[in-house]
């Protein structure tokens, strides 16, 4: 892959668009992830990174700064060429026209979120966007959320825009919804599907354990679960029904 754009996203994060240095992308659906090789000494393993959206024979990803392989992507200049595995896992369900869906990222968990919508939208899904973050100047892809013309909701931890408070305390939560999908934080994450249990909607996350390989090998991505013991996220994963995780014992 060839990087095509690098663009700031946030304080710590840079949006990559990259596209194939011959050929065309691999069909792909939202909740999957991609694995990039980076070439930095003391950088061994590849870096799971979510598709964040597909546009063309362009490949979005969302890049949070967390180290040295993440900063160094952070920084690549265009025109780089490296090596991506894609792609790889389980994504979200793709529900009937006429079921009501509601996306919830937090952080850099906004990724995945972009895709899902742009294929919700291709289908007739009615579906709304919850996005979170801590402050107003750290949440992204506003823009292209509202892009899709479908209702964005946004809860910050201190209040600076929207809802002052964490995402699973947002007021859209209590509506009912067919599907709720979401993906950030694993607090987050746990708070989210705390609240969808409660209120018998279904819910969707997708998970961010380390994930070296990809392809349920190394297995370092364990979850246990309840109906199939040991699953690895990146293999089984990385979406799990709520109801499938042993989260609520």
Not at 230 to 235: E, G, L, R, Y
């Amino acid at each position: 892959m060839v990087v095509k754009r690098n663009a700031v996203a946030s304080s710590s994060c840079r949006l990559l668009v990259l596209s194939p240095v011959k050929g065309d992308l691999p069909p792909m659906r939202p909740g999957q992830f991609v694995e990039v090789k980076v070439d930095v000494p003391g950088v061994f393993l590849r870096r799971p990174i979510s598709v964040c959206n597909v546009e063309g024979n362009d490949l979005w990803l969302l890049v949070r700064r967390a180290g040295k392989a993440t900063d160094a992507l952070c920084d690549m200049a265009e025109g780089t060429i490296f090596n991506v595995v894609m792609p790889l896992g389980n994504g979200f369900s793709i529900p009937e026209p006429g079921t009501r869906v509601l996306l919830v990222g937090g952080g850099v968990g906004v990724a995945p979120m972009l895709y899902y919508a742009r294929k919700l939208a291709e289908t007739g899904v009615d579906f709304s966007i919850l996005t979170a973050a801590k402050t107003k100047c750290e949440l992204m892809l506003m823009d292209e959320f509202e892009k899709s013309g479908n209702a964005v909701y946004v809860a910050t931890d201190d209040g600076s825009y929207g809802h002052k408070g964490f995402a699973a305390s947002h007021p859209v939560l209590c509506e009912n919804w067919d599907l709720v999908a979401c993906c950030g934080p694993l607090m987050m994450m746990k708070s989210i599907a705390s609240v969808c249990h409660k209120s018998d909607n279904r819910c969707e996350v997708s998970l961010e354990n380390l994930m070296a390989c990809g392809l349920g090998a190394c297995l370092c991505c364990v979850e246990s679960t309840v109906d199939k013991g040991n699953v690895c996220v990146c293999k089984d994963g990385p979406v799990f029904d709520i109801n499938v995780l042993k989260w609520q014992d």
